[in-house]
């Protein structure tokens, strides 16, 4: 941890479920319950930058009345060298050291930085 990188992340990667056929939906593996028994660690105790950006949920649109509005996307900046370019995947989940998980929707490999565009996923 540093100045730059104050939080500590971990990366998994969601399992496929076995067979074939009509199977029951899995929920892409992002409820903790569930997709810790299948999840890949990718990697491990990475240094992490995590702000929020961009709009979140607007009251009035479905949501009932103790729903907080929040950041809908949140960036993510790990040091450059702290895992390798395309070790990371889109959907795969990322875990702060609070125990908040997101799904990552963008990753972005450059030289000074490996930044991630994400959803902060609720429970």
């Known amino acids: 941890m540093s100045f730059l990188y104050p939080r500590v992340v971990a990366i998994h990667r969601p399992g496929q479920e076995p067979g074939i056929g009509l ?7 992002t409820t903790p319950g569930t ?5 890949q660690v990718i990697a491990s ?10 709009l979140g949920r607007v009251k009035g649109l479905g949501l009932l009345p103790a729903d907080a509005p929040g950041p809908g996307q949140w960036r993510i ?3 450059a060298g702290a895992v390798a370019d395309g070790a990371i995947k889109d959907r ?7 125990g908040y998980r997101y799904l990552i929707s963008q990753s972005i490999p450059t030289p000074l930085s490996y930044d991630l565009v994400a959803i902060r996923l609720e429970t």
């Open 23 to 29: 199977q029951p939906y899995s929920g892409l593996g």
């Open 45 to 54: 105790g990475i240094p992490a930058n995590i702000d929020p950006r961009g």
């Open 77 to 79: 900046t790990l040091p």
């Open 35 to 39: 997709a810790s028994l299948q999840e």
């Open 92 to 98: 795969d989940i990322l875990i702060d050291d609070l």
